[in-house]
C-alpha cells in the first residue's frame, strides 16, 4: 500500500510540475512571438507592405497563440507515441502479433488521418482571413464614427459590418465543423481498433497461447493505449492549423524593409549625440533631389515645398523622413549624410511625423511628450517643460483644449476631439519637440482660415529649421522660400529657368514663387 501511495504521488507531483512548467514554456514562446512581430513591424526601417491594423491585431495575438502551442504539442504528441512504444513493447512480451498488430495500427492511423486532415489547413486560412476582414471593418467602422454619424451612413455601416462578420461566422463554423468531423472519425478509428484488440486477444487466451492474465494485461493495455491512439489521429490537424498560423507570421517577420538594413549604422547614434550636445540651435538641412536640383535649407530658416499632388506629398514626406529608401547624401542634417547615421539616428534630428499621425489613447500632456524627451509626471517635467508644452500648445491655436487640463484624456485616437483639434495636437507635438529640423505635410489642412492664419504665424516665428510641404497659401506666403514639385518629375523643379543649378538662379526663382502664392493669397 505504501509502494502504490508513493508511485500515485511521484505521477500526482510530476504531472503538476510539467504541466505548469509547459505552461510557463507556453506563456514565454507566445510572449517572445508577439515581441517578435511588434519589433519587425515598429522597427525604423520600416516595412514594404500596407497591412491593416486589424489583420496586424490578428496575426499579433491569435496567431502567435496558435504557433506558440507548438511546444505543448511537442510534449503531448511526444508522451502519445512514447506511451504507444511502452505499450507496444509490453504486448510484444506477451505476444509478437499483438504488438505488432498495434504499431502497424498507429502508422495506419496516423498516415489515414493525415490524409484525411488536408482540407482543414485550406479551411484554417479562410477562417483567419475572414476574421482578418471582420477586424478591419470594426476598425474602419470605429476610427470613422464620427463622419459616419454626420452623414447618417449608420445603417449602411452596420450592414456592412454584418456582412463581414457573417463571412467570419460562416470560416469559424466550417473549419471547426471540419474539425469536429475530423476527431470523430478519429475517434471511432481508435475505438475499432481497440475492439480489435481486445478480441484478438481473447481468441489467443482461448487457443492457449496467452495466460488469462496476459489477457487481462492486454485489455487494461488496451484501455490504456484509446487515448493515445485518439491523440496520435489529431497530429495532422494540429499541425496544419498551426502551420497556417506559422505562414502569416513568417510573412510579418520576413518583410523587406522599406528602407535597406544595410542603411542603418550603429556609429549615427553617437554622431547625433555629438551634435546634439555641441548645440540646441536649428541645423542645415539639404536634399538632393534624384534630378539633381539641391534644396539647402539654412538653419532656422522655413522653405515651403509646393507638391503636383496630394500623393506627390505623401511620397516626398516619406522621403524626407527617411521612410523609403534613398541615395548616399541625398539628406544631410548638421553636416551629416542620412545614409551614414541610419533612419533611427536620423529621426533623433529630424521630426517628420506622416501626415495622418496618430493621437494616442492618453492624455494631452502624454500626447505632447511623445517627442519632447520627458515622461509625464516624472520630475524631470519641471516648470520651464510645462511653459514649454504651454508655449507649443498656444502656438499650435490649441489653448482651448489645454484650458480643460493637461490630464484630460483625449479618448481613443483622440475621438474626443474635432477634426482640427486632433490636427493641432500634432502640431504641438512638433513644436514641443526637440528636434533641429521640422518637415511637416500639410500642418493645417483641417483649420479654418483663420486658425490657418495663426498657425502660419506660429511657423514663421519658430526658431527651428523647418520644411513645409503644403498646398496651401496661407501657409506658403509665410515662408522664406518656396519650391514646387512638378508632376511626373523625379525630384523638384522652379519656376522660370528650368535648368538653373545656381544658388543665386534657385533664390531668384524662390522669391518668385513666394510672390505668387502672395498673389493667390490676395485674390482668394
Known sequence: LAVLLANFLVLSFSYRWAARLMVRIYGHGELEL?????????????????RSPGELLQI?????YRVAGVSWSVVQQGASAAAILVSSAALLAISVPLGVGVLVASLLILVGMHAASKPIEARGAREQASASAASDVATDLVAGLRIIRGIRAQPQATRRYLDASAEAKIGAIASNRGIQRYLAVSGIASGAFLALLAFSAAALASLGQITLGELVAVVGLGQYLQGSLAHVGTFASNW?????????????LA?????????????????????????????????????GRVIDVAP?????????????????????????????????????????IGPDAYRRLVFAPPHDATVFSATLEENLLVEAGAEPGSESRSSASSSDLESAAERAALTEVSALGWDRQLGERGRRLSGGQRQRVLLARAFASNAHVLVLDEPASALNPAT??????????????????TRSPLLLAACDRVVE???????????????????????AQDVTTTTSADEELTRR
Do not use: Q, Y
Open 34 to 50: 508577439r515581441r517578435s512581430l511588434l519589433t519587425r513591424v515598429l522597427h525604423p526601417n520600416g516595412v514594404t507592405s500596407r
Open 60 to 64: 499579433t495575438t491569435s496567431d502567435s
Open 240 to 252: 496544419l492549423h498551426k502551420r497556417a498560423s506559422a505562414v502569416r507570421i513568417v510573412a510579418v
Open 255 to 291: 518583410e523587406d524593409h522599406a528602407v535597406p538594413i544595410e542603411d542603418t549604422h550603429t556609429g549615427g547614434a553617437e554622431l547625433v549625440d555629438a551634435v546634439r550636445a555641441s548645440s540646441a540651435a536649428p541645423a542645415a538641412f539639404v536634399w538632393r533631389a534624384p534630378d
Open 300 to 340: 532656422g530658416s522655413l522653405v515651403g515645398i509646393r507638391p503636383s499632388t496630394p500623393a506627390a506629398a505623401r511620397e516626398l514626406a516619406s522621403t524626407l523622413a527617411f521612410r523609403t529608401a534613398i541615395e548616399d547624401s541625398e539628406l544631410t542634417v548638421a553636416g551629416l549624410d542620412a545614409r551614414t
Open 452 to 469: 490657418e492664419a495663426r498657425v502660419a504665424e506660429s511657423l514663421r516665428a519658430h526658431p527651428v529649421t523647418t520644411l513645409l510641404i
Open 485 to 507: 514639385v512638378e508632376a511626373g518629375s523625379p525630384g523638384i523643379s522652379r519656376r522660370g529657368d528650368a535648368g538653373a543649378g545656381g544658388s543665386d538662379a534657385a533664390d
